[in-house]
């Protein structure tokens, strides 16, 4: 079993940044890949980023590309997305989650254990 905690939401003008982080429980944090998913209000989740178990491999969506960057530190049992020029149309509620059997995965099906999720609110 493991658990995701994810922090640092929040409201946020247009233009700005915010860091999202998620503490993982469990001793095997580096074998997991990790990624982040966003449901906004009315719409299905959708994957935004991820991260291979070393780090060495990432993946963004489109929207996010070259705005977001998905990050880890597996001493700490954490993956963090840097949010920079932030938009309105990133509002949402954002999930950690984490997938045992892949070493890196985009799909909503691919990941075990989901966190509880942190709003990101962007203003215009």
């Known amino acids: 079993q493991v658990q995701l905690v994810e922090s640092g939401g929040g409201l946020v003008q247009a233009g700005g940044s915010l860091r999202l982080s998620c503490a993982a429980s469990g001793r095997t944090f580096s074998s997991y890949a990790m990624g982040w998913f966003r449901q906004a209000p009315g719409k299905e989740r959708e994957f935004v980023a991820a991260?291979?178990?070393?780090?060495?491999?990432?993946h963004y969506a489109d929207s996010v590309t070259g705005r977001f960057t998905i990050s880890r530190d597996n001493a700490k049992n954490t993956v963090y997305l840097q949010m920079n020029s932030l938009k309105p149309e990133d509002t949402a509620v954002y999930y950690c989650?984490?997938?045992?059997?892949?070493?890196?995965?985009?799909?909503?099906?691919?990941?075990?254990?989901w966190g509880q999720g942190t709003q990101v609110t962007v203003s215009s």
């Open positions: 991260i291979s178990t070393s780090g060495g491999n990432t």
């Open positions: 989650a984490c997938a045992t059997e892949y070493n890196i995965a985009t799909l909503s099906y691919e990941y075990d254990y």
